[in-house]
């Protein structure tokens, strides 16, 4: 299972357990939320890595950036666009 795929169902999950929401949400405040949301995951039984996780997020916001303006780099960085971590946790604080 990949990174999105992994997202995409911690994302299901999340939606129909509050508790999980609410433990994924005060990441936030942690002093290493990244590690934090990935064990998490992983004790939900959807593995999930530090660098997977950040690497994804920079892969998806660079194909973005490819697939526009024929892939020039005049492009402004979005906020968090290639932070998969805060682009979750934004989404599901929504909910």
Known sequence: ??????????RELAIKDKELRDR??????SENPVTEF?????EAGL???NMDLIAYG???YA????STNGGG???PLLKWEDDAY??????IEKI
């Open 1 to 10: 299972m990949d990174v999105g795929e992994v997202l995409e169902k911690l």
């Open 24 to 29: 994924l949400v005060a990441t936030r405040k």
């Open 58 to 60: 920079e892969e998806s």
């Open 63 to 66: 194909a973005m950036r490819r």
């Open 47 to 49: 593995p999930l890595f």
């Open 73 to 75: 780099e005049n492009s």
């Open 38 to 42: 990935c064990a998490i995951s992983t």
């Open 86 to 91: 805060e682009m979750f946790i934004s989404e």
